[in-house]
């Protein structure tokens, strides 16, 4: 069975584990279960005993392996350098191989097969986040030799509470005369979801990435931290500039392209677990904040590479809603000990579960992306021109 074979080439690996526990200090699901079996410690003895044939994979494995938010905060805080992704991924590839998905995913996995994207709505509604733009900018879908291809993402394109973040994006670019276009109703999920859920995806990565070459962009852009890590790391393409739109904004800003008025507002900034540990992009939302006058800015307990997961990642929501929205409401109360009004993230994903966690605790805290962030302080004679 070949995804044992993949699996039985971790066991080096799942040696090296020396069983210290600093995993388990930093796991946000350990946090909530307080369960041994769910740290990465836990897993990694469940799966050397599958591997070695002790444990027959089954509903238990299952169960503990996709409790887990895939968050990486175990791989970065291991001292031994364990690749504690790379096994798990591999478990992931064997447990969905042998028909032990949780049901949730293989719902998602349908609805993507079906579909080309997470919401399970048809592609025609990939566009209804830019029917109601003031202005609809020309060259919107599918403008050959646009220097820049905008890839929407499932959450944003067809989620109506993420819709403004494309929208306020659009705003920015025209006002700072960037040449953009986008698939339309052609862009396919990245992938991101399935490959999480240890399933494959070529036939996605080959459709996106036919469409992006055909229009000659030079760059990509998208909101998604996920959608950011699928094209800079798996689907790697020849001469084209994949970028955040953080990392994007951030250039358009420092070039003077987006002037900014002051926003006094107490704040303080999520690290997204897919733009954070998986891309190391750290710095280029802190500039664009920083860049805003008048804005007072505040970093969590844990931030950076040690920033707690929002609750969202790994399909956690999918597999176990309930999980997912306590994980949710330990990172709210940590952006509430600082103060915080808003909560400012760059991923639709995060800013839907945290939010999900404010509306539920009663808190009044709100939750934007930074790109409507900057959107609020850009200055209003540029968005009229
Ligand atoms: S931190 Fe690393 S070495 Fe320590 S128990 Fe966890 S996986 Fe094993
Ligand atoms: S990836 Fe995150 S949620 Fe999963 S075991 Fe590691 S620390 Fe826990």
Redesign the pocket.
């Known amino acids: 069975m070949a995804n044992m074979e993949k699996l039985t080439q971790f066991q080096q690996e799942m040696l ?9 200090a930093v796991c946000p699901i350990y946090d909530v279960l307080r369960l041994e079996p769910i ?3 836990g897993r ?1 003895q469940l799966l050397r005993a599958v591997s070695e044939g002790k444990l027959p994979i089954s509903e238990l494995v299952s169960y503990y392996i996709y409790r887990c938010t895939d968050c990486q905060s ?1 791989r970065v ?4 350098g ?1 690749r ?1 992704d790379q096994i798990f991924a591999s478990a992931r590839e064997l447990i969905a191989d042998n028909e032990f998905l949780p049901t949730g995913l293989s719902e998602l996995e349908q609805r993507v097969r079906s579909t080309h994207n997470i919401s399970g709505e048809p592609s025609e509604n990939r566009l209804l986040w830019a029917e109601n733009l003031e202005v609809k900018p020309e060259g919107l879908v599918g403008k050959e030799g646009a220097e820049v291809v905008l890839f929407t993402g499932c959450v944003s394109a067809l989620y109506p509470m993420a819709y403004g973040i494309l929208q306020d994006l659009v705003e920015i670019l025209e006002a700072a005369n960037v040449d953009f276009t986008t698939l339309g109703t052609e862009e396919w999920c990245c992938g991101y979801p399935l490959l999480s859920a240890g399933l494959p995806i070529s036939d996605l990565v080959t459709h996106n990435l036919d469409r992006v070459k055909a229009l000659g962009a030079k760059t990509l852009v998208t909101t998604c931290p996920s959608c950011y890590h699928m094209w800079k790391y798996h689907y790697t393409p020849d001469s084209l500039r994949v970028m955040h739109s953080t990392q994007f904004l951030a250039e358009l800003v420092e070039a003077g392209k987006v002037p900014l008025r002051p926003v006094e507002m107490r704040v303080t900034y999520h690290d997204p677990c897919d733009l954070g540990r998986k891309s190391e992009v750290y710095d280029a939302p802190r500039q664009l904040m920083e860049s805003i006058p008048g804005l007072d800015f505040v970093e969590m307990e844990d931030h950076g590479e040690n920033a707690m997961c929002c609750g969202g990642g790994g399909n956690l929501e999918t597999v176990d809603a309930e999980l997912s929205g306590a994980v949710a409401r330990l990172r709210l109360e940590q952006a509430q000990a600082v103060g915080a009004q808003a909560i400012v993230s760059a991923c639709q994903q995060c800013e839907r579960t945290l939010a999900m966690a404010a509306r539920r605790n009663k808190s009044r805290i709100k939750v934007m992306d930074v790109v409507q962030l900057l959107r609020k302080a850009l200055s209003e004679e540029e968005t009229e021109r």
């Open positions: 090296r584990c020396n069983r210290c526990g600093y995993c388990q740290t990465a410690r990694i175990c805080s291991c001292p031994g364990v504690i």
